[in-house]
């Protein structure tokens, strides 16, 4: 059966027919993303020949939730089932004034970041827009979220990397974005890249965009190349020029991320040398420091260290800490999809060859 979801009004009216009204089109279009509705044959406003015969050809498409696990910070990490019974991770974050939502944008990741465990897993496929905007819907749901009610941040920042999938993650943009639609504001939508320079160009033309973060990570090319290998093809210099051309919209910030590691782009020169390179630049820093597991090489600053660093750059800019949410439940990218891996593994006698990675991922607050 085929999935509706991932399709706006005027593809959903064609699929109708020209033998119905329009009024139909967007009958349906609302209960799907407004009124999230899970069953074709509950959208009531429909007459209900209409309603069987939709259902007896689509479903609306939702993933299903595989499992999840709940932190004592409130923190919900879901690990979610594809039709192809692949799986991508959603998190759930609560704040006092706001809710967090982490969505994926492929399953894995291309990248290979060298602290990051979903870049280990590699790149399996892009998310349709379908799929993507399944993952806020079946997270709205749960939590029974309400965009007209409550503020609702959305990041683009669990697994894969947005910019190489970016026809899905504008289309599913504006389907979250469409006040008829599931109602999202845009300016608490955020993307996150590691910095694929042609596709930011790309993104900087598109009318209805999320807000830009770039995963910086590093103050030098040759640091740089080697936490993230993608920065072999676009250098630093080339980055921030990308980004002095941006076009930032009246009420917006570049975000810039970087992920502190012991006595590896901590120091004080580093932090420096990051307000040179961005300080001139509308833009906002986060901080995060290493989320720390098994198999990793690398360690997380102290407090004392960190503090330090945000000392020396928020002289220049704007600059905040952001600790990783919900460790005690597998918190980092790629964490809970590679430990259900390997349980997949052990149950078939395999040895499995993902005890060694030495990649992580933070998940932002």
Not at 46 to 61: H, M, S
Not at 107 to 131: H, I, K, S, W, Y
Not at 161 to 176: F, M, Y
Not at 305 to 327: E, M, N
Request: with cysteine.
């Amino acid at each position: 059966m085929v999935g509706l979801l991932g399709l706006d009004a005027d593809e959903l009216a064609a699929l109708l027919g020209a033998e119905l009204p329009r009024y139909r089109a967007r009958q349906l279009y609302h209960a799907i993303y407004r009124q999230r509705v899970a069953d074709l044959e509950a959208i009531t406003p429909l007459p209900l020949e209409l309603r069987r015969k939709l259902a007896a050809t689509y479903r609306v498409g939702l993933p299903e939730i595989e499992r999840y696990y709940e932190s004592a910070d409130g923190t919900r990490r879901y690990l979610l089932r594809l039709e192809d019974q692949r799986t991508v991770e959603a998190v759930f974050m609560p704040g006092a004034t706001h809710a967090t939502l982490c969505i994926s944008t492929q399953v894995g990741c291309p990248v290979g970041c060298r602290f990051c465990m979903t870049g280990a897993l590699g790149l399996e496929r892009n998310l349709t827009a379908g799929e993507i905007v399944g993952q806020v819907i079946v997270l709205m749901r749960e939590h029974n979220l309400r965009p007209e009610e409550q503020r609702i941040n959305l990041v683009m920042m669990g697994q894969g990397e947005p910019l190489l999938n970016l026809p899905n993650v504008l289309k599913a943009t504006r389907l979250l974005a469409d006040p008829e639609g599931v109602g999202l504001s845009l300016r608490r939508m955020t993307l996150s890249t590691v910095g694929i320079i042609p596709k930011i160009h790309e993104l900087a033309q598109a009318e209805i965009r999320p807000k830009l973060a770039i995963s910086l990570h590093a103050t030098t090319d040759e640091l740089r190349r080697r936490l993230v290998p993608v920065a072999r093809k676009y250098p630093l210099g080339e980055l921030l020029e990308a980004c002095r051309h941006y076009p930032l919209r009246s009420w917006e910030r570049l975000t810039f991320e970087y992920v502190l590691i012991r006595g590896v782009n901590d120091s004080d020169a580093d932090a420096r040398r990051l307000v040179k390179l961005i300080g001139q630049l509308r833009a906002t820093v986060n901080l995060i420091p290493l989320n720390p597991g098994p198999g990793i090489p690398y360690e997380p600053p102290t407090a004392d260290r960190v503090a330090a660093f945000q000392a020396i750059v928020q002289r220049s800019l704007p600059c905040f800490i952001r600790k990783s949410r919900g460790q005690d439940i597998y918190a980092a990218c790629g964490q809970l999809r590679r430990m259900v891996l390997e349980e997949g593994n052990q149950a078939c006698g395999a040895i499995s060859t993902l005890a060694n990675l030495s990649t992580n991922r933070t998940m932002p607050e």
